[in-house]
């Protein structure tokens, strides 16, 4: 029952989830983190940092963000390959507070090559 990242985190990279996990399982796209499902422990120690409320256990997310276990496993597995494990907080984006609440949309979270 690994924990997945949903889209309110998209265009956000608060990244305060980062600081706290404990496995480092965080991977880092262009514009959205996801949760590696093979390394996540299932701690919980994401959830209550995350200022946007986009971390669930996998069997909890909202119906309409069930499809972001495939992504959040794709994708980890995608920027692990490319290096991109985020292990230290770092700036949100720029926009952040504007997207806050904002319906979002996935186009941009592909991988660094193809976002
Ligand atoms: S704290 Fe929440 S919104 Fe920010 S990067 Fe982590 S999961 Fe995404
Ligand atoms: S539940 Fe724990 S191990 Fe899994 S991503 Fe969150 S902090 Fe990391």
């Known amino acids: 029952m690994p924990y997945v990242v ?16 404990p496995v480092d399982c965080f991977y880092e796209g262009p514009n959205f ?15 209550p940092v995350c200022p946007v409320e986009a971390i669930f256990p996998d069997d909890e997310l909202p119906e309409e963000w069930e499809h972001y276990t495939q992504w959040n496993q794709y994708l980890a597995e995608k920027w692990q390959g490319l290096g991109y494990n985020i292990v230290e907080k770092k700036d949100a984006m720029p926009d952040a507070e504007e997207w806050d609440g904002k319906e979002k949309s996935e186009e941009d979270i592909l991988d660094w090559e193809e976002g």
């Open 33 to 47: 983190l996801v949760i590696h499902p093979d390394e996540c422990i299932d701690c919980n120690a994401c959830v």
């Open 6 to 21: 949903a889209e309110p985190c998209i265009n956000c990279k608060h990244t305060d989830c980062v600081e706290v996990c």
